[in-house]
C-alpha cells in the first residue's frame, strides 16, 4: 500500500533563508509525487507534481523538489522565503492504477519569523 | 470561472439531522473525489467517482452516501449526523484516477 510520510510537523524559518520539507514515501513503483500548499481557510493549490523524467521539478511561486529513488524521498526546496509562504504543505502520492486516489501525508505547518 | 466549487462554504448544523453538501467542476475531468480533513489537518480519501462509477469507498459509515448525477457533479449527503462528522470536506477532480487533483475551496461541516 501506498504511505507517505512526512517527518516534521512544524518549522520555523527567517524571512530570506532557504527551505527544505522533506518527503518519503512507499510504493512499489514508480510513483506519481505531488506538493500541494493550504493557506488558512483555504482549498489545496498544487505546488508541483513529479510523474517521470528529470528528477528535479519546478513549480510555483519559486518552489523545487527533487525525487530520489534511492531514499524515496520528494523534498521541497526554497532559496528564499517570503512571509507570505507561511502555510501547512502536504506531499502526496499517487499511482497510475485504476481505484486509487492521492493519499496525503500529514503536513508540514511552516511559519516564517521577520 | 472557478475550476471546483463546493456549496455551502460553511454548515452548522444540529446532532441526528441531515445534509447535504454540493460539487462541481468545469474542467472536463473524469474523475471526482471526496476528502475529509480532520482537526490535526489529516486529509483522507472518502470516496472516488469515475465517469458516474463508484471506485473508491473507503471505510466510512453508510450514513455518507456520495451521489454522481453526471460526470460534472458529485454530491455528499450525510444522514443522522453526529459530533465525530465535524470537519472540513474537500471535493477534488482529476482526469485519471491518482494523478493532479484539483481541489474546492472545502465545507467546514460544524455539528453542535
Known amino acids: 500500500a501506498q504511505s507517505v510520510t512526512q517527518p516534521d510537523i512544524h518549522i520555523t524559518v527567517s524571512e530570506g533563508a532557504s527551505l527544505e520539507l522533506r518527503c518519503n514515501y512507499s510504493?512499489?513503483?514508480?510513483?506519481?509525487l505531488f506538493w500541494y500548499v493550504q493557506s488558512p481557510g483555504q482549498g489545496l493549490q498544487l505546488l508541483l507534481k513529479?510523474?517521470?523524467?528529470?528528477?528535479l521539478v519546478q513549480g510555483i511561486k519559486g518552489f523545487e523538489a527533487e525525487f530520489k529513488r534511492s531514499q524515496s524521498s520528494f523534498n521541497l526546496r526554497k532559496p528564499s522565503v517570503h512571509w507570505s509562504d507561511a502555510a501547512e504543505y502536504f506531499c502526496?502520492?499517487?499511482?497510475?492504477?485504476?481505484?486509487?486516489?492521492?493519499?496525503f501525508g500529514k503536513g508540514t505547518t511552516l511559519s516564517v519569523s521577520s | 470561472d472557478t475550476a471546483v466549487s463546493q456549496t455551502p462554504k460553511y454548515l452548522v448544523t444540529q446532532m441526528g439531522n441531515d445534509k447535504s453538501i454540493k460539487c462541481e467542476q468545469n474542467?472536463?475531468?473524469?474523475?471526482m473525489y471526496w476528502y475529509k480533513q480532520d482537526s490535526k489537518k489529516f486529509l483522507k480519501i472518502m470516496f472516488s467517482y469515475n465517469n458516474k462509477e463508484l471506485i473508491i469507498n473507503e471505510t466510512v459509515p453508510n450514513r455518507f452516501s456520495p451521489k454522481s448525477p453526471d460526470k460534472a457533479h458529485l454530491n455528499l449527503h450525510i444522514n443522522s449526523l453526529e459530533l465525530g462528522d465535524s470537519a472540513v470536506y474537500f471535493c477534488?477532480?482529476?482526469?485519471?484516477?491518482?494523478?493532479?487533483?484539483?481541489f474546492g475551496q472545502g465545507t467546514r461541516l460544524t455539528v453542535v
Open positions: 477534488a477532480s482529476s482526469q485519471r484516477m491518482a494523478t493532479e487533483a484539483f
Open positions: 502526496a502520492v499517487g499511482a497510475n492504477q485504476a481505484g486509487t486516489a492521492l493519499i
Open positions: 474542467l472536463g475531468h473524469d474523475t
Open positions: 510504493y512499489g513503483a514508480t510513483p506519481y
Open positions: 513529479y510523474f517521470s523524467g528529470d528528477t
